[in-house]
């Protein structure tokens, strides 16, 4: 009797912190890793990879590269994401399954993209306290980590757009969304987004939110998680950069990963905006081991 392997996992690390404007993200990769994601996973059985870092350019070295107007760094950060489109292609040419560390959640720029060139149909579930729909032409901050998703379905102009497929609403859905801008959330009504706040978690619950956010990726094949650490609580993850109270506890974000492991068809993670700086004890990323490894197999009984 032949024994089922899953797919090896491969992990990179991309210490970004151009899409925002606090400093200390760049050290998210590290402080996940420190907090024994390699070691967690393999005790679950799993055949764990390094990719190690993608280069990301210090603020300082970008200042002659081109500007966007309301859109910093955009340049910079396209030129990074490209790199992780193509560490993104690679593993998915090698049957791997992907957990890309960061860093702020311009990365998703790479990822995505990098995720939308598999052969089979793609769904995006984005679960984040914010809706990362902005465009330059309505950011109140000009951080490209608001316009990541936005940029992903080709509402911003070059270079913010990574790879030969956009993303259509019926690809994603939105969890755990508490903290929208006035012109977002007029953006995300007209292009019709699937979008699940945190009322509906509190009307509804957890369970019967993920029922629906899967029931809308119905029609996809393969899943990417884009999990930005804000959208728990700070109380529960202290180390982000744009905290905002009233997110998800801890169980209810473990209940996502359980019931997306359930499910199957994640092939690969975004672990993003973990600032160690804001932490305690490194708290944050320790939390952030714990929901990669209910992602990837690990079960109360």
Same mark, same amino acid.
């Given at each position: 009797m032949s024994t089922f392997l899953p797919p090896p996992v491969r992990i990179y690390g991309v210490p970004m912190d151009l899409g925002q404007n606090r400093r200390g993200v760049d050290m998210g990769p590290s402080a996940i890793r420190y907090a024994g994601l390699d070691s967690r996973l393999e005790r679950l059985g799993l055949t764990v990879r390094e990719g190690g870092n993608i280069h990301v350019p210090n603020v300082e070295e970008i200042r002659h590269l081109m500007q966007i107007p309301n859109a910093h760094n955009a340049q910079a950060i396209a030129d990074v994401c490209r790199d992780i489109y193509d560490a993104m292609c690679k593993t998915i040419q090698a049957g791997e399954r992907a957990i890309f560390l960061g860093g702020d959640h311009s990365m998703a720029l790479g990822t995505v993209a990098g995720a939308l060139t598999r052969a089979e149909r793609v769904g995006v579930l984005w679960v984040d306290t914010h809706g990362d729909f902005n465009t330059p032409d309505i950011s109140p901050s000009g951080n490209v980590h608001g316009m990541v998703l936005a940029a992903l379905m080709g509402r911003c102009p070059p270079p913010l757009r990574i790879g030969d497929k956009m993303l259509q609403p019926d690809q994603v859905v939105l969890i755990g969304v508490r903290d929208l801008d006035v012109e977002e959330k007029r953006a995300l009504r007209d292009v019709g987004v699937r979008v699940m706040t945190m009322r509906d978690v509190d009307e509804n619950g957890m369970a019967d939110v993920m029922r629906a956010a899967l029931r809308a990726l119905g029609n996809v094949d393969a899943i990417h998680v884009s999990f930005d650490m804000d959208v728990l609580d700070p109380m529960v993850a202290s180390g982000v950069g744009t905290a905002v109270p009233?997110?998800?506890?801890? $169980? #209810?974000?473990?209940?996502?990963?359980?019931?997306?492991?359930?499910?199957?068809? &994640?092939?690969?993670?975004? =672990? &993003? #905006?973990?600032?160690?700086?804001?932490? #305690?004890?490194?708290?944050?990323?320790? &939390?952030?081991? #714990?929901?990669?490894?209910? =992602?990837?197999?690990? $079960?109360?009984?």
């Amino acid at each position: 009797m032949s024994t089922f392997l899953p797919p090896p996992v491969r992990i990179y690390g991309v210490p970004m912190d151009l899409g925002q404007n606090r400093r200390g993200v760049d050290m998210g990769p590290s402080a996940i890793r420190y907090a024994g994601l390699d070691s967690r996973l393999e005790r679950l059985g799993l055949t764990v990879r390094e990719g190690g870092n993608i280069h990301v350019p210090n603020v300082e070295e970008i200042r002659h590269l081109m500007q966007i107007p309301n859109a910093h760094n955009a340049q910079a950060i396209a030129d990074v994401c490209r790199d992780i489109y193509d560490a993104m292609c690679k593993t998915i040419q090698a049957g791997e399954r992907a957990i890309f560390l960061g860093g702020d959640h311009s990365m998703a720029l790479g990822t995505v993209a990098g995720a939308l060139t598999r052969a089979e149909r793609v769904g995006v579930l984005w679960v984040d306290t914010h809706g990362d729909f902005n465009t330059p032409d309505i950011s109140p901050s000009g951080n490209v980590h608001g316009m990541v998703l936005a940029a992903l379905m080709g509402r911003c102009p070059p270079p913010l757009r990574i790879g030969d497929k956009m993303l259509q609403p019926d690809q994603v859905v939105l969890i755990g969304v508490r903290d929208l801008d006035v012109e977002e959330k007029r953006a995300l009504r007209d292009v019709g987004v699937r979008v699940m706040t945190m009322r509906d978690v509190d009307e509804n619950g957890m369970a019967d939110v993920m029922r629906a956010a899967l029931r809308a990726l119905g029609n996809v094949d393969a899943i990417h998680v884009s999990f930005d650490m804000d959208v728990l609580d700070p109380m529960v993850a202290s180390g982000v950069g744009t905290a905002v109270p009233g997110g998800l506890t801890i $169980r #209810e974000a473990h209940l996502i990963m359980e019931m997306l492991a359930d499910d199957g068809r &994640v092939q690969s993670l975004d =672990l &993003v #905006e973990v600032n160690p700086i804001l932490d #305690e004890r490194n708290r944050t990323a320790l &939390v952030a081991v #714990e929901l990669a490894a209910g =992602l990837f197999g690990q $079960r109360i009984i």
